[in-house]
Nanobody
C-alpha cells in the first residue's frame, strides 16, 4: 500500500515557476514508477509527466516539454514536478500517482496507476 500526498500548489503569475512535491508512504516507493497528471475544470484528466523507478527515464506531455521537469528522491520517498514558464492553460488540479508496471511506456496512461494522491491546485493568473 502506498499513500501519496501532494504539496506546493498555489497561485502564480504567467511566466512564473512552481515546484510540486509528492510524498509517499511505504518502504516500497522505489519500486514504483511515478507520474503527474492534471485536470482542469470541465476537462478530462491528462498526463503531464512520468519517471521510472530508478529515475533513468522521464516522459512528458508535448504541452509541457521544455517547461516542466520531473524528478525523484528515493531516499526521501518524494517525487517532484518543477514547473516553469507557466501559462494560463496550466491551471488545474495536479495529481501524483504510483504505478507498479515494469513497462516504462505504460506510465503515460492513467489507468496503469495503482495509487493516487488527493491533488493540489495550481492557478496561473495573468
Amino acid at each position: 500500500q502506498v499513500q501519496l500526498v501532494e504539496s506546493g500548489g498555489g497561485l502564480v503569475q504567467t511566466g512564473g515557476s512552481l515546484t510540486l512535491s509528492c510524498a509517499a508512504s511505504g518502504r516500497t516507493f522505489r519500486a514504483y514508477g511515478m507520474g503527474w497528471f492534471r485536470q482542469a475544470p470541465g476537462k478530462e484528466r491528462e498526463f503531464v509527466a512520468a519517471i521510472t523507478w530508478s529515475g533513468g527515464n522521464t516522459y512528458y506531455a508535448d504541452s509541457v516539454k521544455g517547461r516542466f521537469t520531473i524528478s525523484r528522491d528515493n531516499a526521501k520517498n518524494t517525487v517532484y514536478l518543477h514547473m516553469s514558464s507557466l501559462k494560463l492553460e496550466d491551471t488545474a488540479v495536479y495529481y501524483c500517482a504510483a504505478a507498479s508496471t515494469v513497462v516504462p511506456a505504460f506510465l503515460l496512461t492513467a489507468n496503469v496507476y495503482d495509487y493516487w494522491g488527493q491533488g493540489t491546485q495550481v492557478t496561473v493568473s495573468s
